[in-house]
């Protein structure tokens, strides 16, 4: 459980350091860009970025009800409890 826990964390600490890197790369890219490119560029980035959300959201959901099926209903399908 606490290799679980350790893989979780630095998951989540390399999802924060590439968002971070994504946002700094975007805004290099932004500044040098004339006014309406740049502004096309942002709305196209962050069109993308609520589509992946939206997949994040889903997988997560996804974990959650497997999550959700292996302690509950796992165990009494193979005749435990």
């Not at 890197?21 to 942002?42: E, H, N, T, V």
């Not at 196209?44 to 302690?71: K, N, P, Q, S």
């Amino acid at each position: 459980m606490r290799l679980l826990k350790l893989a979780v964390l630095a998951l989540v600490g390399l999802a924060a350091a590439g968002h971070w890197w994504q946002q700094a790369r975007r805004l290099k890219i932004i500044r040098a860009l004339p006014g309406p490119k740049a502004r096309d560029y942002f709305e196209t980035t962050r069109a993308r970025d609520e589509w992946m959300m939206v997949v994040v959201a889903a997988l997560f959901g996804a974990g959650a009800i497997a999550a959700v099926v292996y302690v509950f209903a796992w165990p009494a399908l193979r005749g435990g409890g």
